[in-house]
């Protein structure tokens, strides 16, 4: 299938879990793809993993000016435009009262779960504007509607994200730039047992018993879930879709 054909996209977070799976998906959709992550190296093999030659591998860092700006300027030059920015890359939290919670931890969980959307945006929307075009989705959380105790400033990260995706739509929508957010439910990938502190036996234990038993419909989001949803959103199969927040959480938040 090649719903993406002619396609350019920048994947945030590409080297792992759900980023992994959306910027494989689109890359197999006929899409070219910036596969983007702080860690070079999961992103190079995951964008080799492909098979196909219309894929690169960039190292970002989502919260940093600079890199977001070389990662966009990068992808033009490279694909001489830019149709699709996926805001993947994520920080989980281990459950943490307020009170204990650090100035440093809040800091790094918003930038790269929020400040991040800003910084791909600033630096995309002016070429999606030239073209009158343009996809964002962005990976929020079904943390970012409904809370869990001890993941304050997760929590608060995802629903700014939500909120963020609103207000760009809304502010896009002139340009027929469309933004939309994904909410996922708790999910098998790398980052689900990082929300929890103690050992390893224990993270396990924890992810089943509060994660997978919160989901009704009993399992774990897997990433390509995600990347079925994000396929969806990114493509012109959803061309008046916009200001949408697709939960895909095995109905957790019900
Ligand atoms: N796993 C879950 O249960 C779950 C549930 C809901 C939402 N999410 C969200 O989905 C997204 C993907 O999460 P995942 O589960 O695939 O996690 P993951 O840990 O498997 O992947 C996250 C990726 O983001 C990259 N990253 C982290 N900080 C970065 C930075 N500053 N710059 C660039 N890249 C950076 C990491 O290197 C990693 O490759 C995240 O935004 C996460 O908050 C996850």
């Known amino acids: 299938m090649t719903i993406l054909n002619g396609k ?17 998906t ?11 992550d702080l860690h070079v190296q999961s992103a190079i093999t995951a964008a080799s993993a492909t098979g196909v030659n219309h894929v690169q591998a960039i190292q970002a860092d989502v919260t940093n000016d600079s890199d977001v700006a070389n990662l966009v300027n990068q992808t033009v030059e490279v694909y ?15 459950f943490t009262s307020i009170e204990e919670l650090t100035v440093e931890q809040w800091d790094v969980i918003m930038n790269v779960n929020t400040k991040s959307i800003f910084l791909t945006s600033k630096y995309a929307v002016p070429i999606m504007k030239q073209q009158k075009s343009g996809s ?15 993941l304050n400033a997760y929590c608060a990260s995802k629903g700014a994200a939500i909120m963020l995706t609103k207000a760009l739509a809304l502010e896009l929508a002139p340009y027929q730039i469309r933004v939309n957010a994904i909410n996922p439910g708790p999910a098998d990938t790398p980052m689900i047992g990082k929300f929890l502190v103690g050992n390893e036996d224990q993270k396990e234990e924890g992810m089943k018993k509060i994660f997978q038993d919160s989901v009704p419909l ?21 061309k008046m879709v916009t200001g949408e927040v697709l939960n895909i959480d095995g109905g957790r938040g019900i």
């Open 80 to 94: 001489h435009g830019l149709d699709i920015v996926i805001n993947c890359a994520g920080v989980p939290q281990s």
């Open 218 to 238: 009993g399992k774990l989001i897997q990433p390509e879930d995600i990347a079925q949803g994000a396929l969806y959103l990114a493509s012109d199969l959803a």
């Open 136 to 150: 964002i989705v962005t990976i929020a959380s079904i943390a970012g509607i409904r809370a869990r105790p001890g």
């Open 26 to 36: 689109f890359a197999h959709e006929g899409a070219n793809v910036t596969f983007a």
């Open 8 to 24: 350019t996209a920048i994947v945030t977070g590409a080297g792992s879990g759900m980023g992994k799976a959306i910027a494989q």
